[in-house]
């Protein structure tokens, strides 16, 4: 009994995941909330940055969240931890607040960086009551024009990564990026060095020869503070920004590059 108990819940939870609110094609309303770690993150200023939105909606005792949440952290890291054009939250439904999403997503959110995850604490019922999810988790995903491309990314009875990659649109080839969202510097490739990591703005970016380019600086939320292209060796940078925490971003011909800095 205890058995198809359980079955019957798997279903009810996964069975019909999706937006219920909106279909494809419709323009979503805005939203702003702000996740575990204190960062506040806009729906429409992420889709006015020429980015994709992917949100993961769930809740801690869900046993398919429970399953596949490593696998929606692992689409979260492979494209840049939200620092390029693939932007990825995981969405409470309303009934868990900061420290059990928290403790969720140390308990089952697997070995790969982990997207910024809002708890009932930060706006996530609100969302989740807008877009009409009734089964979880939901996976959707929207772009340009704030409009719905997916509203429900889930193929026989679960996801994969694949099944994230095969939402991208025509065209659009985000970069396979490895990302932290922490301290440590991270680069697939040695491209350059900062001097120094820690400055109150004025700082050198070398790169290990002269080429072109493109240069971007991201805050933890993800949002471009600063972008430019470069072809020379050393690039002096003077920048007025406020304390915290910063993401370089160095992109040439055949590598890419992304160290951390803080700004005191």
Not at 119 to 130: F, K, L, P, Q, T
């Amino acid at each position: 009994m205890k058995k198809i108990t359980f079955l019957l819940l798997f279903i009810a939870f996964s069975v019909n995941a999706q937006v219920g609110n909106y279909n494809v094609g419709d323009v979503v309303d805005d939203f702003t909330v702000t996740d575990v770690e204190g960062v506040e993150h806009n729906l429409y200023t992420y889709i006015s940055q020429g980015k994709y939105v992917w949100l993961d909606f769930f809740f801690d005792t869900c046993y398919p969240c429970q399953q596949t949440t490593p696998i929606f952290n692992e689409f979260f890291d492979k494209y840049g931890c939200n620092l390029g054009d693939v932007v990825c939250l995981s969405i409470n439904n309303g009934s868990d607040d900061d420290a059990a999403v928290i403790a969720f997503g140390e308990t089952y959110g697997g070995t790969f960086n982990h997207a910024p995850a809002v708890s009932s604490e930060g706006g996530s019922a609100a969302v989740d009551i807008n877009l009409g999810i009734f089964a979880y988790p939901t996976y959707c995903m929207i772009g340009p024009g704030n409009v719905l491309l997916e509203k429900d990314i889930w193929v026989n009875g679960t996801v994969t990564l694949e099944d994230f990659e095969n939402t991208f649109p025509s065209g659009f080839e985000p970069p396979v990026t490895s990302c932290s969202l922490g301290f440590e510097d991270n680069d697939i490739v040695e491209l350059f060095q900062v001097f120094p990591a820690i400055s109150n703005g004025v700082f050198s970016i070398i790169l290990n020869d002269q080429s072109p380019v493109s240069l971007r600086i991201y805050d933890v939320s993800g949002k471009i503070v600063f972008q430019n292209d470069y072809n020379e060796k050393e690039i002096s940078m003077q920048l007025n920004l406020n304390a915290g925490t910063y993401f370089v971003n160095v992109v040439s011909e055949n590598s890419i590059g992304t160290k951390t800095i803080i700004i005191q």
